[in-house]
């Protein structure tokens, strides 16, 4: 049974701070009042701000500090999170350790904050309690006891604009006949800094999402959502409209789900947003995927391949026929991988034509089919005239169903490269799910040439990852290495201002590769359980993603912790 938190009259009493006649009377004050029980005694001038706030430090169970020691205000280090938080919410870090911060606050009812800055800042919250305006003071007087935040450039400026365009934004979201389409309207402004401050930040979508009583806005960076702010709800009219018409979509209709496009200049870059409006039960959610122009042409040595897989890749992309694989989940990298194979493959001598849906990246030299099912254009009918243009390498977005697989097998056997992608969990999964579509096994035996499953991990940040000298051994087990191995070389994400306090900065992919030889062949054309495929391939030399994420462990690339997040790897 749970033990019931006592009330905080009760706690003041105990501590001498009141008697029950006062108790009786703050009462009265806060319930006329509207206002806590602390604040009715602090106004009524019955209790000072510090003795309720030690009171409520028992109250809650959190630790009491009391920042009129100057050795405790010394020991602050405001170089832990970005300064907008800090004064914004009232709060001052103390220290911070692995993924725990150390946190001054002054309202330990304030939960929805709690629950923001560790999505914000990707960190558990230690909270300790102190005075208001014993931390007003702090901020305010720049008793910071830690570096001033370095950011990169431009990011305080986008940041600070950002906030300033909210405010102005909420001053004129009474108005009805807020204007969305003028360059020089605050809502107008407000969406504009907001993709501009995103792709600053890295993100990689940006997500509007109306909740009950509020619009919550996350950017999702190195794969991770991180809350930037919530707005309030009376701006959501006025921000889904304004999306609506950069995207060119029908700002009436809001039943049904609708894409668009949106191009920004950022600084020097023209960048895509690729944007989704879906119905949902507060309003439409809107997610705007940042599409950079560089993204696809970082180089196959930087997606994360071992020399060995490499080395793979290299020999199977250069074939001149046969089909080969990428599958993961949404999100994985794998339109990535095979832009950077196209880009190497794109050359003179080289007719490369692809079927997309959509087409998000555009190449020089490549011939690139949007599928445009309302006009009947779909993944078959392009597919089918891409065989009549004579090329020597095709893409297919995705094998979605028999007929585009079975269009995609007869083009591999008749001489072409095809490259394209599946959504399964792991290498030897595509065999059993291309069969599962209705596709004959001896099509899928002969046709495949090779198959690879691939996965994002985030990469630690350079500038502060450090070695972990007690490493969690639980994920060093799930990730298949030794207490001996770890000594040194296991590091773990610390935090700083390059990386926005997260201790991560970038991805990189890992791979499981399955070459097709004779016997996978074989067990592929009598339909073998695709436990059965996974043990002949580990045989055959395959390297499981665990395995992958092993030797970039080693090598400090990453940590235990998050190759087991990516690969969902059990006890």
């Not at 709060?91 to 914000?120: A, Q, T, Y």
């Not at 940006?206 to 794969?223: F, N």
């Not at 944007?275 to 309003?283: D, E, K, L, V, Y």
Request: aromatic content about 4%.
């Amino acid at each position: 049974m749970a033990r019931l938190r006592k009330k905080l009259g009760e706690i003041l009493v105990a501590h001498k701070a009141l008697d029950s006649t006062q108790t009786d009377q703050i009462e009265k004050l806060a319930s006329g009042s509207g206002k806590r029980f602390g604040e009715a005694a602090i106004e009524a001038g019955l209790a000072t701000e510090q003795q309720v706030t030690k009171a409520l430090a028992a109250q809650f169970g959190i630790k009491y500090v009391d920042l009129s020691d100057n050795g405790l205000a010394d020991s602050i280090d405001r170089s832990l999170m970005p300064d907008d938080l800090i004064r914004k919410h009232i709060v001052l870090p103390l220290s911070k350790k692995g993924n725990k911060l150390k946190l001054l606050i002054h309202d330990p009812m304030d939960l929805e904050l709690m629950d923001m800055l560790r999505f914000r800042l990707s960190v558990e919250i230690d909270p300790r309690l102190a005075a208001k305006s014993q931390i007003m003071d702090l901020i305010e007087g720049g008793s910071s006891g830690g570096a001033p935040k370095q950011v990169a450039p431009g990011e305080t400026l986008v940041t600070e604009s950002i906030d300033r365009t909210i405010d102005q934004s909420v001053d004129r979201s009474m108005d009805k006949s807020i204007d969305v389409s003028s360059e020089d309207a605050p809502i107008v402004k407000l969406w504009n800094r907001i993709l501009t401050e995103a792709v600053t930040m890295r993100a990689s979508d940006v997500h509007m999402e109306p909740m009950a009583d509020r619009v919550r806005l996350r950017y999702r960076i190195d794969g991770v959502c991180i809350e930037r702010d919530n707005l309030p709800k009376r701006m959501q009219n006025a921000l889904l409209s304004r999306v609506k018409l950069m995207a060119g979509m029908n700002i009436a209709e809001k039943r049904v789900p609708q894409d668009g496009r949106i191009k920004l200049q950022v600084e020097d870059q023209a960048i895509d947003f690729r944007a989704s409006a879906c119905p949902a039960f507060h309003g439409e959610s809107v997610v705007a995927r940042i599409l950079r122009p560089d993204a696809v042409r970082i180089g196959l040595v930087n997606l994360g391949f071992e020399e060995d897989n490499l080395a793979i890749f290299n020999r199977i992309i250069r074939r001149p026929n046969g089909i080969f694989l990428v599958t993961g989940p949404t999100g994985s990298g794998k339109t990535t991988t095979l832009y950077s194979a196209l880009d190497v493959l794109n050359r003179p001598d080289k007719k490369i034509i692809t079927a997309e849906d959509p087409v998000e990246y555009n190449f020089d030299g490549i011939n690139q089919c949007q599928v445009r099912d309302k006009i009947g254009l779909t993944f078959p009918v392009i597919l089918r005239s891409m065989l009549r243009q004579a090329p020597n390498v095709i893409l297919v977005g995705e094998i979605r169903d028999r007929e585009v697989g079975e269009i995609a097998i007869q083009a591999a056997l008749t001489g072409h490269l095809v490259f394209s992608t599946l959504h399964t969990n792991d290498a030897p999964s595509a065999i059993t799910r291309l069969i599962d579509m209705g596709i004959k096994p001896f099509l899928v035996a002969s046709s495949i040439q090779a198959i690879m499953a691939q996965r994002l991990i985030r990469v630690l940040c350079k500038e502060c990852k450090t070695v972990d000298d007690n490493p969690d051994h639980k994920f060093l087990k799930l990730t298949g290495i030794t207490p001996q191995e770890a000594v040194g070389k296991t590091l773990m994400p610390v935090g700083c201002s390059v990386c926005n306090k997260t201790g991560f900065k970038g991805r990189q992919a890992i791979f499981e590769m399955m070459m097709m030889n004779a016997q996978i062949r074989d067990m592929a054309f009598h339909t073998a359980p695709v436990a059965d495929l996974r043990k002949a391939a580990l045989a055959a030399g395959m390297r499981p993603l665990v395995g992958d994420g092993k030797i970039k462990i080693l090598r400090g690339v990453t940590s235990p912790d998050e190759i087991a997040r990516v690969t969902q790897v059990n006890d």
